[in-house]
């Protein structure tokens, strides 16, 4: 099965800090994603990659950036958290010929 | 960008009853694709399909897409406690990238 493992599940950080959300799949899988779900909002996408080194920007891009040095990583990057931030990370990856995602367990981030 | 539209937004049932919920387009959908979250979960990929009018079964879940490729549903038997969740469509743009846009979902609950 693929595993999509994010290294956090449980974040804190305060307003300002610069964070980083790590993501890494272990089916060489092309396509990655980030997407944030919150009540109400539903998931949306922040930014996602179709290969090395590429990325795209998804609907919310806005305040955050991405990072693609090697096929299995995907990391998200908040330049500098605010409490607008606080939500639920989820990081998915699929086939580069689509098909379904695989979701990690999600990074639950607050910005305090 | 584009987005699916779901409803119910919420259904509450006894179990041993029906459930459907519903995915509806104003444009033609190359695909579409269905998810289960479970409470505290992460989204889970049920299925997708592709061809219009295709109905798709597993177990006692049935899938379905539009003639007009407009329209998907999702509909469960005889429900059960384990069917508890949050159920998403998906919408997946064509090209090179593959990203998907996601319904809000329908929370499903279940009373034993």
């Known amino acids: 099965d693929v595993k999509v493992t994010q290294s956090s599940r449980y974040l804190v950080k305060r307003t300002g800090e610069k964070v980083f959300l790590e993501c890494v799949q272990d089916?060489?899988?092309?396509?990655m994603f980030w997407y944030r779900q919150d009540p109400g909002l539903g998931l949306r996408l922040i930014y996602f990659?179709?290969?090395?080194?590429?990325?795209e920007k998804g609907d919310i891009p806005e305040g955050y950036s991405v990072s693609r040095e090697k096929k299995e990583r995907f990391s998200l990057i908040l330049e500098s958290a605010s409490t607008n931030q606080t939500s639920m990370y989820l990081c998915?990856?699929?086939?580069?010929?689509?098909?379904?995602?695989?979701f990690g367990s999600g990074t639950r981030l607050t910005v305090v | 960008g584009q987005q699916v539209m779901q409803i119910p937004q919420y259904q509450h049932v006894q179990e041993g009853e029906d459930f459907t919920t519903y995915c509806n387009s104003s444009t033609t959908l190359s695909n579409i694709q269905w998810y289960k979250q479970r409470p505290g979960g992460h989204p889970v990929f049920l299925i997708q399909l592709v061809k219009s009018g295709e109905v798709k079964k597993q177990k006692r879940l049935t899938f379905q897409f539009g003639e007009a490729k407009k329209n998907s549903s999702l509909h469960i038997t005889a429900t059960q406690t384990t069917d508890v969740g949050t159920y998403f469509c998906?919408?997946?743009?064509?090209?090179?990238?593959?990203?998907?846009?996601f319904g809000k979902g329908t929370l499903l609950t279940v009373n034993p």
């Open positions: 089916m060489d899988h092309e396509n």
């Open positions: 990659s179709y290969d090395v080194k590429m990325k």
């Open positions: 998906a919408e997946q743009s064509g090209g090179s990238n593959y990203k998907l846009t």
């Open positions: 998915a990856s699929s086939l580069g010929t689509g098909g379904g995602y695989t």
